[in-house]
């Protein structure tokens, strides 16, 4: 008997498998064990298979939404190659235009290497126009995203310009366009400018940004910062999420995320290496499902998730008192990595070394269980209350012990041994642990897992 690793499958197709594993709720091998047991109880389901052509163009990614995303000439471009990462991350298939001021801040190589696709940079193109053509590219897409968009191509599109293959394509398309303006403080509120805006509005074109801060140009703030990848992301997101792709709407979620800060005196405190990646991922993902999302995060570097409702927060008390005023919730997401301790006599002034004297000794206390507390509640106990359980060693048997202790519904479980590289790090390798059983997943990226998590959020409440 022929066997099958998943592991050893090329990577689109493992990125697909996952896609279509999260959405049903299934591991990656259940799916793939339901697609051949499908094939096989049906021969025909075969014979397509078998008889693609080689050499097909590639099967779009299974979220199966495709975004067009067209780079303007600005310092802000160099963004945008970051923007790309965050649309495949979500399974978006991504075509890349880079207008030619573009190309004298990015490469069309750079481009192509991260959207795995041909960049487009020509509208009198032989090669191009034979193959796609402006009118392809223009109706193939779902979504048109414009970042940066420059003043210059705003101007154009509000005038209805057409000649260049990126304004060409944007006066073609019938899809939802997307602008994330990146421009000098002076350029947006010129007149001009914000006459152009308000007709692009007018004619039915969504707005991300501009942001408040420091400019490229040394010394120059104001109104004009492309917004971040992550943000145009979300916002991409929510455009393209159909009706049935929002299982967690009218649903209330509750997700903590990074590390906690226990202050040993005002200067200094304790934390761990947690950086919030996952728990974030996870509130971004609850969103995207049509959640309403309060995130209450430790200190971390990251950006705030687009569409959550943020608490910042440094202490373990902190985030206690602060979770349980979020409540009522139906689902409660545990994923912050709490300090166990904090120090009981943590100075009011700074602890000054002396002389000759002894170094200061920390005692430590307990802090309170942010989890254990919420799950054992008698009123407003949310109907999921889901835990996280970093583990070095005995990753499952550990899990389960701390799913009973902890009172909690389900546990996700991950080996955080340093040379796992999950603290601080992009992927994560976890098992999902419930009262039906101990479930593993692949190795994924911490969006993946945040998507995968969600999904099986979305079967259980939706199923109850
Ligand atoms: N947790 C919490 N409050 C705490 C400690 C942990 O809410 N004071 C939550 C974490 O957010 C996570 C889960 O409890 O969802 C487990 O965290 P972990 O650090 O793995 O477990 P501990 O309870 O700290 O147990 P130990 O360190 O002994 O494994």
Not at 15 to 36: C, H, P
Not at 69 to 78: K, N, S
Not at 240 to 267: C, F, N, Q, Y
Request: glycine content about 8%; overall charge neutral; hydrophobic content about 45%.
């Amino acid at each position: 008997m022929a066997s099958l690793t998943v592991r050893q499958l090329d990577e689109t197709l493992k990125q697909q498998l996952r896609l279509r594993a999260a959405r049903s709720g299934r591991s990656v091998e259940d799916e793939v064990r339901n697609i051949l047991k499908a094939a096989a109880e049906d021969s025909d389901a075969l014979a397509p298979m078998a008889k693609a052509a080689p050499g097909a163009g590639p099967v779009p990614a299974p979220a199966g939404k495709r975004v067009l995303l067209i780079v303007g000439g600005g310092i802000a471009a160099y963004k945008s190659l970051d923007l790309i990462r965050r649309l495949k991350e979500r399974g978006f298939t991504v075509r890349c235009i880079l207008t030619a001021a573009a190309t004298q801040f990015i490469t069309p190589l750079a481009a192509g290497a991260l959207t795995g696709e041909r960049v487009f940079t020509d509208l009198f193109d032989p090669a191009s126009e034979f193959d796609v053509g402006h009118i392809r590219l223009a109706r193939d897409t779902d979504l048109v995203v414009v970042a940066p968009a420059t003043a210059d191509l705003m101007a154009k599109m509000a005038g209805g310009h057409a000649n260049d293959l990126a304004t060409a394509v944007l006066l073609a398309t019938t899809a939802k366009i997307l602008l994330a303006p990146a421009m000098n403080p002076q350029m947006w509120a010129n007149k001009a400018t914000q006459r152009n805006l308000a007709q692009l509005t007018a004619d039915g074109v969504t707005l991300i940004g501009p942001n408040a801060g420091e400019m490229a140009e040394s010394g120059e703030r104001g109104i004009g910062r492309m917004a971040e990848p992550m943000e145009i992301a979300g916002a991409v997101d929510r455009l393209l999420a159909a009706k049935g792709e929002r299982p967690l709407a009218g649903k209330r979620v509750l997700v903590t995320s990074g590390p906690t800060h226990e202050p040993i005196d005002p200067v200094r405190y304790i934390a761990n290496r947690s950086s919030g990646k996952q728990g974030h991922a996870i509130a971004l993902a609850a969103v995207r499902a049509g959640a309403e999302v309060t995130l209450i995060s430790g200190p971390v570097t990251l950006p705030d998730p687009p569409g959550v409702r943020m608490i910042k927060v440094e202490s373990a008390r902190d985030m206690l008192r602060a979770a349980e005023q979020a409540l009522p919730v139906d689902v409660a997401i545990f994923a912050a990595a709490v300090a166990d301790w904090r120090v009981a006599n943590a100075g009011d002034q700074k602890i000054k070394k002396k002389a000759g004297e002894t170094t200061p000794e920390l005692s430590l206390v307990e802090n309170p269980d942010i989890l254990s507390t919420v799950a054992h509640r008698t009123d407003q106990r949310p109907k999921l209350v889901i835990g996280f359980a970093a583990e070095t060693e005995n990753v499952a048997a550990n899990a389960k012990a701390k799913l009973a202790r902890k009172g909690c519904d389900w546990i996700v479980a991950n080996d955080v041994s340093p040379q796992t590289g999950i603290m601080g790090g992009d992927s994560n390798t976890v098992q999902l642990v419930t009262a039906d059983g101990i479930e593993a997943w692949p190795p994924q990226s911490k969006d993946e897992v945040a998507g995968m998590l969600i999904a099986r959020i979305a079967a259980a409440m939706n199923a109850t």
